[in-house]
């Protein structure tokens, strides 16, 4: 069941696992990326993860989130993602780079000392208060995201996925909390996906009507702030994959949480079965509604769980985050049978800013 290949938007995916986009801070400070990250997903891809997706990518300086974050940005970055991308394919794997712009998550800095988000809503874990987009800044980045699609297929990339989670600009704009605008972007569920639609028509021209566009999608917000103010959850996260599902996109990976929701979208203490799968409810309802994959991340340990989440219909791929910074080669040992679970114990260790590394001390 592991090892059945699946298809995305013509795509052939030799597996059901996902490498779920991670941060490495592994790029050069203006967002090139480099021979490490290469290595790191080539390590991946010769363990067998059947599809990689990289960690955000900046789609404008304006909108990067982190240091040493990559970034998609320039033309100049075409060549040295063909290298990465062709030393993955070399091994049979398929890879698809995330973009994003940071919105209300927005790394502040003297050469870029203003955060935008679709309204001026105090992120309350900062106490700091984003600039509200105007139209001409909407627009400017909408073309920032089908420009970063283009340069992802001149690249060759198998596809890219849009990060509308996790409290980035794109989340921003389909959480009811975070966009209180009054104008097209604003308003009613399918106004909120708007922006998302018009990035999907804008990249549609600009890469054809083949091209894999995969979203990593909140489906709750993961909180409920003190003054009762709406967030985004089901049912209607669940209507948002269904609109994106009917206009083009081709997966949809189920994730959540924002800023004000601390470590909801990568749980700690995982540390039994009824644990794992944090947002399985969220998928299978989605699966239930759209004819695209569903990809599954969260908290996702024990083969036992994997081996549910594909037989009863949760997801159609198993998307892993922190157990493949600790074991590159968990795949390959599910699959030759010498484990059952894997060994990351989601203690966060791993958000290291010299480079992703598993640091938890084992022999403690
Ligand atoms: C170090 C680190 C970096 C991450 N970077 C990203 C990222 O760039 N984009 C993204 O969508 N999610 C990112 N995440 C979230 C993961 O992709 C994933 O959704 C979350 O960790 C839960 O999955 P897991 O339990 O398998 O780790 C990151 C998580 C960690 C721990």
């Known amino acids: 069941m592991f090892f059945e290949p699946i298809n995305i938007a013509g795509i052939e995916i030799p ?18 990326p480099t021979s490490r990250i290469g290595d790191l997903y080539e390590e991946l891809a010769r363990n067998e993860v059947g599809l990689i997706i990289t960690g955000y990518a900046y789609v404008n300086p304006k909108g990067k989130s982190d240091h040493l974050q990559q970034g998609i940005y ?12 062709a030393r993955v394919h070399q091994h049979g794997s398929k890879i698809v780079i995330q973009i994003a712009h940071g919105g209300r998550q927005t790394m502040i800095t003297a050469q870029n000392p203003y955060m935008l988000a679709p309204s001026a ?13 105007t139209e001409k800044e909407v627009l400017e980045t909408i073309e920032n995201f089908a420009q970063a699609a283009r340069r992802a297929k001149e690249a060759g990339f198998d596809g890219v996925q849009l ?7 794109l989340s921003n704009f389909i959480s009811p909390y975070t966009n209180r605008r009054k104008d097209r972007w604003g308003g009613s569920t399918e106004k909120r996906t708007q922006v998302v639609l018009d990035i999907i028509s804008r990249t549609r021209e600009l890469v054809g009507h083949e091209y894999p566009i995969l979203v990593k999608l ?26 994106l599902s009917d206009n083009g996109v081709c997966a949809i990976e189920v994730s959540g949480g924002i800023a004000e929701a601390g470590d909801e979208l ?10 794992e799968a944090y947002y399985r409810d969220y998928a299978k309802k989605i699966k239930e509604k759209v004819t695209v994959p569903v990809i599954l991340v969260g908290g996702i340990r024990s083969k036992h769980v994997m081996e549910t989440l594909l037989k009863e219909s949760y997801t159609d791929m198993i998307s892993l985050c922190r157990p493949l910074i600790c074991e590159p080669d968990l795949v390959i040992k599910l699959k030759n049978m010498e484990t059952e679970v894997a060994k990351c114990v989601s203690c966060n260790l791993c958000s290291d800013e010299s480079g992703i590394k598993c640091n938890y001390n084992f022999s403690r």
Not at 15 to 32: I, K, Y
Not at 121 to 133: A, R
Not at 163 to 169: D, E, K, N, Q, V
Not at 231 to 236: N, V
Request: charged content about 35%; proline content about 7%; hydrophobic content about 35%.
């Open 15 to 32: 597996n059901r696992f996902v490498r779920s986009a991670t941060h490495e801070w592994m790029a050069e400070p203006d967002g090139t």
């Open 74 to 85: 320039d033309d100049r970055f075409i060549e040295p993602y063909k290298k990465i991308v």
């Open 121 to 133: 809503i105090v992120d309350t874990t900062k106490g700091i208060t984003p600039e509200e987009m």
């Open 163 to 169: 990060h509308c989670a996790h409290g980035f600009l």
């Open 218 to 243: 909140n489906v709750t917000d993961g909180f409920k702030p003190r003054s009762h103010k709406r967030t985004l959850d089901a049912p209607e996260s669940i209507e948002i994959a269904k609109i």
């Open 266 to 275: 990568f749980r700690t203490n995982i540390d039994l079965p009824e644990k």
